[in-house]
C-alpha cells in the first residue's frame, strides 16, 4: 500500500501543469515602441498631404517654381523621416515575429510532451479495461484500506482530468500563437511593402526636385530676360509718350495755339469707370518676384476672361494702336492737358491711329492667356510729362 501511495505522488508530480498564466510573454517593449512609430508614421503622413495640397493650390495659381522647389524639399524630407518610421516598425515587428515564433516553440514542446504523457494513461486505462476501479475496491482487505483506494482512484481520476484540461488549454494556445505569428508576418510584408513604395516615392521625389531646380535655374534666365525685355519696352513706350507730349507742349506754346481741352482733370480722382470688371493681379509700384528679383510696375493687372470688350475710360484720340514688345498688341489713348491711358496685352485691336474714342466705347478686346499672370490687360494712367500715376487713386472705387 505504501509503495502505491508512493507511486501516485510520483505519478502526480509527473502530472503537474504549470500555470497558464505564468507562461504567458510579459508585453515586449518592441509593442510599445512600435504604437509609437505607428503614431509618428501617422503624423508624417498628415504633413505630407498637407505639403501635397500646398503643391496643387499652387500649381493651381501664378506658377512659382521657387516655391514648389522649397515643398519638394519639404516633401523628401518627410518621405525620409516616413521610410526611418517604417524600418523602426520592421524591427519592432521582426522582434515581436522572433519572440512569438520561440514562445510557440515552447508551446509546441510542451502540447507533444503532454500528449505523450496523455496518450501513456489512454494505454493504460485501455490495458485495465472498464472494471478496473471495481476491481481495485472489491480487493481491499477492511474499511481503512477501501477508503485509501477510493482516495487513490479519486486521485487519478482528478489528475487524468487535469490532464486532459491542460493539453486543451496548451492546444489552444499554440493555436493563437499561430494566428498571431501570421498576422505578424502579414504586417511585416506590408511594411516591407510600404517601404519599398516610399522608397521609391523619395527616389521620385529626388529626380523631381532635380528638375524643379534645373526649371528654377532657366526660370531665373528667363524672368531676367524678360524684365530686360520689359525694361526696353517701358523705355520705348515712356518715349513714345514723350514725342507726343514735346509735340503738344509745342503746338501749345505756338502764336495764337489753343489748347486742347483736357478729358482727365484732377477732379476726376475716384471717378473714372474702369477698362474691364476683373480682379487686380498686380498693383501699381515695386513687387519682389518669387525668385527674389523686383519688377516695378506702372499700371496695374485685371485679371479678365480673353476676349472680354475693353473700353476707354475717358474721350480721347488714340495714339497708339500696335503690338508693343511684351505689352503684346496696345492702345494708348491721348485724353489732353499731358494725360494718356495704356491698354496692353489686348488680343484684338478694334480702333486705329488717331481715331477719336468716347467714354465707354470699346477699343479692343482683352488676351493675355499666355502671359505669366493668365488672361488680362494691362493698364496704365500717365501724367503731364509721360509721369505714370497709380490707376487705382483715379478709377473708381468699388463697392
Do not use: C
Given at each position: 500500500?505504501?509503495?502505491?501511495?508512493?507511486?501516485?505522488?510520483?505519478?502526480?508530480?509527473?502530472?503537474?501543469?504549470?500555470?497558464?498564466?505564468?507562461?504567458?510573454?510579459?508585453?515586449?517593449?518592441?509593442?510599445?515602441?512600435?504604437?509609437?512609430?505607428?503614431?509618428?508614421?501617422?503624423?508624417?503622413?498628415?504633413?505630407?498631404?498637407?505639403?501635397?495640397?500646398?503643391?496643387?493650390?499652387?500649381?493651381?495659381?501664378?506658377?512659382?517654381?521657387?516655391?514648389?522647389?522649397?515643398?519638394?524639399?519639404?516633401?523628401?524630407?518627410?518621405?525620409?523621416?516616413?521610410?526611418?518610421?517604417?524600418?523602426?516598425?520592421?524591427?519592432?515587428?521582426?522582434?515581436?515575429?522572433?519572440?512569438?515564433?520561440?514562445?510557440?516553440?515552447?508551446?509546441?514542446?510542451?502540447?507533444?510532451?503532454?500528449?505523450?504523457?496523455?496518450?501513456?494513461?489512454?494505454?493504460?486505462?485501455?490495458?485495465?479495461?472498464?472494471?478496473?476501479?471495481?476491481?481495485?475496491?472489491?480487493?481491499?482487505?477492511?474499511?481503512?484500506?477501501?477508503?485509501?483506494?477510493?482516495?487513490?482512484?479519486?486521485?487519478?481520476?482528478?489528475?487524468?482530468?487535469?490532464?486532459?484540461?491542460?493539453?486543451?488549454?496548451?492546444?489552444?494556445?499554440?493555436?493563437?500563437q499561430r494566428r498571431g505569428l501570421l498576422i505578424l508576418r502579414t504586417a511585416l510584408a506590408r511594411r516591407r511593402d510600404e517601404?519599398?513604395?516610399?522608397?521609391?516615392?523619395?527616389?521620385?521625389?529626388?529626380?523631381?526636385?532635380?528638375?524643379?531646380?534645373?526649371?528654377?535655374?532657366?526660370?531665373?534666365?528667363?524672368?531676367?530676360?524678360?524684365?530686360?525685355?520689359?525694361?526696353?519696352?517701358?523705355?520705348?513706350?515712356?518715349?513714345?509718350?514723350?514725342?507726343?507730349?514735346?509735340?503738344?507742349?509745342?503746338?501749345?506754346?505756338?502764336?495764337?495755339?489753343?489748347?486742347?481741352?483736357?478729358?482727365?482733370?484732377?477732379?476726376?480722382?475716384?471717378?473714372?469707370?474702369?477698362?474691364?470688371?476683373?480682379?487686380?493681379?498686380?498693383?501699381?509700384?515695386?513687387?519682389?518676384?518669387?525668385?527674389?528679383?523686383?519688377?516695378?510696375?506702372?499700371?496695374?493687372?485685371?485679371?479678365?476672361?480673353?476676349?472680354?470688350p475693353v473700353r476707354a475710360i475717358a474721350a480721347g484720340t488714340v495714339r497708339v494702336a500696335q503690338p508693343l514688345g511684351t505689352?503684346?498688341?496696345?492702345?494708348?489713348?491721348?485724353?489732353?492737358?499731358?494725360?494718356?491711358?495704356?491698354?496692353?496685352?489686348?488680343?484684338?485691336?478694334?480702333?486705329?491711329?488717331?481715331?477719336?474714342?468716347?467714354?465707354?466705347?470699346?477699343?479692343?478686346?482683352?488676351?493675355?492667356?499666355?502671359?505669366?499672370?493668365?488672361?488680362?490687360?494691362?493698364?496704365?494712367?500717365?501724367?503731364?510729362?509721360?509721369?505714370?500715376?497709380?490707376?487705382?487713386?483715379?478709377?473708381?472705387?468699388?463697392?
Amino acid at each position: 500500500m505504501r509503495r502505491g501511495l508512493a507511486l501516485l505522488v510520483a505519478l502526480t508530480a509527473g502530472l503537474a501543469v504549470p500555470p497558464l498564466a505564468a507562461q504567458q510573454p510579459s508585453a515586449p517593449q518592441a509593442d510599445t515602441s512600435l504604437r509609437r512609430s505607428q503614431e509618428r508614421l501617422l503624423e508624417i503622413r498628415r504633413e505630407r498631404e498637407r505639403l501635397q495640397r500646398e503643391m496643387e493650390r499652387l500649381r493651381g495659381r501664378v506658377h512659382s517654381l521657387s516655391s514648389e522647389l522649397r515643398i519638394f524639399e519639404r516633401q523628401v524630407e518627410t518621405t525620409g523621416r516616413i521610410v526611418t518610421e517604417l524600418d523602426l516598425q520592421v524591427a519592432a515587428t521582426g522582434s515581436q515575429i522572433e519572440g512569438t515564433t520561440a514562445d510557440l516553440v515552447v508551446a509546441e514542446d510542451a502540447l507533444a510532451e503532454k500528449r505523450a504523457i496523455l496518450h501513456h494513461r489512454l494505454t493504460e486505462i485501455s490495458k485495465r479495461g472498464p472494471l478496473f476501479a471495481a476491481q481495485v475496491l472489491l480487493a481491499a482487505e477492511s474499511f481503512g484500506d477501501l477508503l485509501s483506494r477510493y482516495k487513490y482512484l479519486y486521485l487519478i481520476s482528478r489528475q487524468d482530468r487535469q490532464l486532459v484540461a491542460s493539453v486543451e488549454r496548451l492546444r489552444d494556445r499554440v493555436a493563437d500563437q499561430r494566428r498571431g505569428l501570421l498576422i505578424l508576418r502579414t504586417a511585416l510584408a506590408r511594411r516591407r511593402d510600404e517601404r519599398a513604395e516610399e522608397n521609391r516615392r523619395y527616389r521620385e521625389l529626388e529626380q523631381q526636385r532635380e528638375r524643379s531646380l534645373r526649371e528654377s535655374e532657366r526660370e531665373a534666365q528667363r524672368t531676367e530676360q524678360r524684365l530686360a525685355q520689359l525694361a526696353r519696352d517701358e523705355a520705348r513706350l515712356n518715349e513714345i509718350i514723350s514725342a507726343f507730349e514735346r509735340r503738344r507742349r509745342a503746338a501749345e506754346a505756338a502764336p495764337g495755339a489753343v489748347a486742347a481741352p483736357a478729358r482727365i482733370r484732377t477732379s476726376d480722382l475716384g471717378q473714372l469707370d474702369w477698362p474691364v470688371n476683373g480682379e487686380i493681379l498686380y498693383r501699381f509700384g515695386r513687387e519682389q518676384l518669387p525668385n527674389n528679383t523686383t519688377i516695378r510696375w506702372n499700371g496695374i493687372g485685371i485679371a479678365v476672361a480673353t476676349g472680354t470688350p475693353v473700353r476707354a475710360i475717358a474721350a480721347g484720340t488714340v495714339r497708339v494702336a500696335q503690338p508693343l514688345g511684351t505689352y503684346g498688341p496696345s492702345v494708348v489713348l491721348d485724353h489732353g492737358g499731358g494725360f494718356y491711358s495704356v491698354y496692353g496685352f489686348l488680343s484684338e485691336i478694334g480702333v486705329r491711329r488717331d481715331q477719336a474714342v468716347q467714354t465707354g466705347q470699346a477699343i479692343g478686346r482683352s488676351g493675355g492667356a499666355n502671359s505669366d499672370q493668365g488672361p488680362h490687360i494691362h493698364f496704365e494712367i500717365r501724367g503731364q510729362g509721360g509721369v505714370a500715376l497709380d490707376p487705382i487713386t483715379w478709377l473708381r472705387r468699388r463697392r
